[in-house]
């Protein structure tokens, strides 16, 4: 069974950085795309980054040139680099991860950035 795990969220200033881990494991394979998404109170689930095998990377336009997106394919590993961080940033971050048979989510890490 897939399992997804992501860390790394906290309580942040405005401008300030954090870093987001997501882990997929249980399967013997790697993912054909892993990615993140966000949603705020109130608001739908929005993409934020994606990464595909191929090593194509996709941004929200609210976080290009702010976030970046990287993988470790061996472990099944994405991380979120997360730079000048605003408070429209607030939200729980989820970690999406796609196989061929279908996607697999994780539960969430809140990422919150107030002053």
């Known amino acids: 069974q897939v399992r997804v795990a992501e860390s790394g969220g906290g309580l942040v200033q405005p401008g300030e950085s954090l870093r987001l881990s997501c882990t997929a494991s249980g399967v013997p394979f790697s993912p054909n795309a892993m990615a993140w998404y966000r949603q705020a109170p109130g608001k739908e689930r929005e993409l934020v980054a994606a990464m595909h095998v191929s090593g194509n990377k996709e941004y929200a336009d609210s976080v290009k040139g702010r976030f970046t997106i990287s993988r470790e394919l061996r472990q099944s590993t994405v991380y979120l680099q997360m730079n000048t961080l605003k408070p429209e940033d607030t939200a729980v971050y989820y970690c999406?991860?796609?196989?061929?048979?279908?996607?697999?989510w994780g539960q969430g890490t809140q990422v919150t950035v107030s002053s």
């Open positions: 999406k991860v796609k196989y061929s048979y279908g996607d697999v």
